[in-house]
């Protein structure tokens, strides 16, 4: 497990707590930076608006230097 990556998870994570939004909200599950679940609200005057939808991030060992996955948990 890369130092960095844990580092940079962890300051990210400090962040959303920091600045929350009212919009979405990401957080890692149980002890794991590695697998964050959140949740977006449908964007105004979409028509997604009113929705919530809910997913996955999976990052790599090597985050940053790797994009993350995602997946979408919802379906509208």
């Not at 890369?2 to 962890?10: A, C, D, F, P, Y």
């Not at 929350?20 to 997604?48: M, N, Q």
């Not at 809910?54 to 994009?67: A, F, N, T």
Request: glycine share 6%.
């Amino acid at each position: 497990m890369s130092n960095i990556s844990l580092k940079r998870l962890q300051k990210e994570y400090e962040n959303f707590l920091k600045d929350p939004s009212d919009d979405f909200v990401a957080a890692p599950i149980k002890d794991d930076l590695f697998c964050w679940h959140f949740t977006i609200r449908g964007p105004e005057g979409t028509e997604f608006e009113g929705g919530v939808y809910h997913g996955v991030i999976k990052l790599p060992m090597s985050y940053p230097y790797k994009p993350p996955n995602l997946m979408f948990l919802t379906v509208k």
